[in-house]
C-alpha cells in the first residue's frame, strides 16, 4: 500500500503550502460539522471567568484537588514553576537536529533535548494551524468548540473572519491567571481577530503579534488589509517586516520574564517561521546563511531565539523554576525545504507527517536528562498538566480532552499514556484512530488532488503498525481483524461525541461569531 493512503491533500489543486482552502461547502451552506452561530455583537453571553475559575475548586472532588496539591508541591519543592511554551509555524518532525535533521543547524534546541526530554509519539489534533492553535488553548479536539472550520468552510480562519474562539471557553492562560500567573501571548495568535476573540480577552495580560497568518498579506483589491503588528489590541505596525518577527518576538519575551521574575509567569510564544510562505523569512544575522534555503535560515534563526530564552532564564535564575516546552503545531508541508522523516506525509494532512510534530520539554531537576518517551502524548494535555503543576485544576464545568501526562515528564517507570484513543481529523471528517501502536486509516472517497496522485477513486480501510511501520508503508488491517474491529469502535464513540461530516456530535460546543467584522488596520487610515 502506499504511504500516502492516510493522508488527506487539499480539497483542490491549489499548491499544497496555501492552506487556506475551503472544505467543499456550497455557497451559502454552513461548512460541514458547524453548529449555530453564537452571536459575540450583541449582550455578552460569557459566564464571568473570574467567577468560574473562583468556584472552580469546590465543582471538583475535594481528594481530587488534594492529590493535585500535593502533587505540585512535592514536584516543586513548594513553589509552583513557569512555564513558557515555545510553537513553531509550519516546521517538521525531521527539522531540527535531535529529530534527524542533517540540514538545519539547532544546536540550542539539541542542547535542550540532552538536557531534558524527546517526546516522539506527541501530537497536534489538526495538520493546520487555527484547530490545532484552539486545541492547545482550550484542551479539546477542534470538533469540540467547532474551530475545525473558517466561517466560510476554510481550514484556517482568515483576515477579518466573522468566526474566533468563543469567549465562554477557558484556556490555558485563564487557569493560570486564576492562580495568580502574569501571561503573556507573543506571536502568531490565529483564533480570531475580532476584539472579542484577541488573546487579552482569552486570559492573557498582554499581547504583541501578527493575529493571523503570515501569508494573508494585503489584497490587491483591498479585501485585505496589510499584514499588522498588534500591541494588546491596537495595530502598530502595517504592513510588519515579516524578516523581524523572531527577534522582536525574542526580545519582548525576554523583557517579560524580566520584568515579571518575582512572581509566576505563563508564556505562549507562538512565532511566525518557517510559516505559510513559499520562501520563509529571517532576519539580516541568519539570512542567506543556511545551508537550507530561506526555510533552514527561519529555522536557525529559531533555535537561536530559543538558545536566548534559556540564557535569560539561566541568568535571572529562573532555570530550576521554569518548565520550557518547545513544539509545532503541524507538520512541514514545504516540500522543497521542510521534512517530516521519517513520518509519512505533509502539513495539512492526516498523515504521521501532518500531525506528529517535534516536542523537547525541559525542566532542570525534575524531568530527567537525556530521555525519551514514546507515548502517545498530545498539545492537549497541556493545560491539565500544567494545572496539576500550578495546584489546581482544568475546568471542571464542561468536557476537554487533554490528560495530565506529569507521570511521563517525569519519567516515572512504567507510565503509560492516558489515551485510549487519539482522533485524526481532516476539518469536519474524522479520517484515522490511534490506539497504541495501531493507526487505522478509515476509508473514503478521495479528494480530487489525491485521485489524480493515486489514481484510484476511495481509499480502502487501511492499519498501521506505527512501532514497526513509521513510514505507513504496509497495510496489515488483514493480518489483524480483531485490531480493526476495535479501532472501528472507538471511531464511532467519536463519530457520537465529536460528529464526523455533517453528523453533529453529543458534545460540541459553539464558536463565537461576531455580526460585522471589521479589518485590524493603523489608527487613522
Not at 186 to 200: E, V, Y
Amino acid at each position: 500500500m502506499s504511504r500516502r493512503q492516510c493522508t488527506s491533500s487539499p480539497p483542490d489543486e491549489k499548491d499544497t503550502t496555501d492552506e487556506h482552502e475551503t472544505t467543499g461547502a456550497a455557497v451559502g451552506q454552513a461548512p460541514a460539522g458547524q453548529l449555530a452561530e453564537a452571536d459575540m455583537s450583541g449582550p455578552k453571553l460569557r459566564l464571568d471567568r473570574r467567577r468560574f475559575l473562583g468556584l472552580l475548586a469546590p465543582a471538583v472532588a475535594a481528594p481530587e484537588l488534594s492529590r493535585s496539591l500535593l502533587a505540585a508541591k512535592e514536584s516543586t519543592s513548594g513553589k509552583v514553576p513557569n512555564f513558557v511554551i515555545i510553537l513553531c509555524d509550519n516546521l517538521g518532525y525531521g527539522d531540527i537536529g535531535c529529530f534527524g535533521s542533517k540540514r538545519n543547524r539547532t544546536p540550542s534546541i539539541d542542547r535542550m533535548a540532552a538536557e531534558g526530554m524527546r517526546l516522539t509519539s506527541f501530537y497536534v489534533t489538526s495538520g493546520v494551524c487555527t484547530p490545532s492553535r484552539a486545541s492547545l488553548m482550550t484542551s479539546c479536539y477542534p470538533r469540540r468548540n467547532n474551530m475545525h472550520a473558517s466561517a466560510s468552510g476554510k481550514l484556517v480562519l482568515d483576515a477579518i473572519d466573522r468566526k474566533g474562539l468563543h469567549p465562554d471557553e477557558i484556556t490555558i492562560a485563564e487557569v493560570l491567571k486564576g492562580q495568580g500567573y502574569a501571561t503573556a501571548c507573543i506571536g502568531k495568535w490565529h483564533l480570531g481577530d475580532q476584539p472579542s476573540f484577541l488573546p487579552t480577552r482569552q486570559g492573557f495580560d498582554s499581547y504583541l503579534g501578527i493575529p493571523y497568518s503570515d501569508d494573508m498579506v494585503a489584497t490587491p483589491d483591498g479585501s485585505r488589509p496589510p499584514l499588522p503588528l498588534m500591541r494588546n489590541e491596537k495595530v502598530i505596525e502595517a504592513p510588519v517586516d515579516r524578516n523581524t518577527l523572531t527577534k522582536r518576538y525574542t526580545e519582548e519575551t525576554i523583557r517579560f520574564i524580566t520584568s515579571n521574575r518575582d512572581k509566576p509567569f505563563f508564556v505562549y510564544l507562538p512565532h511566525a517561521m518557517p510559516g505559510s510562505t513559499a520562501e520563509s523569512f529571517a532576519s539580516e544575522t541568519f539570512r542567506g546563511k543556511s545551508a537550507n534555503g530561506t526555510y533552514g535560515d527561519a529555522v536557525e534563526e529559531l533555535d537561536w531565539s530559543t538558545g536566548e530564552i534559556l540564557a535569560a532564564l539561566r541568568k535571572l535564575g529562573l532555570d530550576d523554576r521554569t518548565v520550557v516546552v518547545w513544539t509545532s503545531d503541524n507538520g512541514s508541508p514545504n516540500r522543497r525545504y521542510g521534512s517530516n522523516a521519517p513520518l509519512s506525509g505533509w502539513g495539512y494532512t492526516t498523515a504521521e507527517g501532518g500531525m506528529r510534530v517535534p516536542c523537547v520539554m525541559r525542566w532542570p531537576r525534575k524531568i530527567p536528562t537525556g530521555r525519551t518517551c514514546d507515548e502517545l502524548t498530545t498539545t492537549m494535555d497541556l493545560m491539565p498538566t500544567f494545572a496539576r503543576l500550578a495546584g489546581t485544576n482544568p475546568p471542571g464545568d464542561r468536557i476537554i480532552d487533554g490528560k495530565d501526562i506529569w507521570p511521563l515528564m517525569a519519567g516515572e517507570v512504567g507510565a503509560k499514556s492516558p489515551h485510549e484513543a487519539f482522533y485524526f481529523y481532516h476539518v469536519a471528517d474524522l479520517q484515522a484512530v490511534r490506539s497504541g501502536k495501531w493507526k487505522l486509516c478509515l476509508p473514503r472517497v478521495l479528494n480530487r488532488r489525491e485521485q489524480k496522485e493515486l489514481g484510484v477513486e476511495k481509499m480502502p480501510m487501511t492499519l498501521y503498525d506505527l512501532e514497526a511501520d513509521i513510514g505507513e508503508t504496509k497495510n496489515v488491517a488483514s493480518d489483524h481483524p480483531e485490531v480493526v474491529k476495535r479501532l472501528l469502535a472507538l471511531a464511532e464513540k467519536a463519530r457520537e461525541d465529536l460528529g464526523d461530516g455533517q453528523r453533529q456530535g453529543k458534545n460540541q460546543r459553539p464558536a463565537g461569531f461576531v455580526e460585522s467584522p471589521k479589518p485590524q488596520i493603523l489608527s487613522g487610515e
